[in-house]
């Protein structure tokens, strides 16, 4: 299984970005998704997930309103819009799959999902 995440960059406080994560290998449409995220210096944190069926997507509270997680199981991707950045957003952003199909519902734990993608570093300069 692999997942490909891009879209990260440098930006301006205010701005926009899309995430993007392709993954291979495995029946995307079966399995939930989610985005993490690591700042320097802290720990990988929840940003949001989605289920296998497109619907229950959870958020951290501090993105949501801004965030909106998607996916096109068409094209067994699934992508973060990223609205109104901050700088406390700065972070590396992984991608990853829940190590369980059709899960009921989403689950916000990592351990819980079992491949992930390289990272795509989003930096928000004010």
């Known amino acids: 299984v692999q997942l490909q995440a891009s879209g990260g960059g440098l930006v301006q406080a205010g701005d926009c970005l899309r995430l993007s994560c392709e993954v291979s290998g495995r029946t995307f449409s079966a399995y939930g998704m989610g985005w993490f995220r690591q700042a320097p210096g802290k720990e990988r944190d929840l940003v949001a997930a989605?289920?296998?069926?497109?619907?229950?997507?959870a958020y951290a509270d501090s993105v949501k309103g801004r965030f909106t997680i998607s996916r096109d199981n068409a094209k067994n991707t699934m992508y973060l819009q990223m609205n109104s950045l901050k700088p406390q957003d700065t972070a590396v952003y992984y991608c990853?799959?829940?190590?369980?199909?059709?899960?009921?519902?989403?689950?916000?734990?990592?351990?819980?999902?079992?491949?992930w993608g390289q990272g795509t570093e989003v930096t928000v300069s004010s």
């Open positions: 989605i289920n296998w069926s497109n619907s229950r997507p």
């Open positions: 990853a799959v829940d190590r369980f199909a059709r899960r009921l519902g989403v689950t916000t734990l990592h351990y819980e999902y079992d491949y």
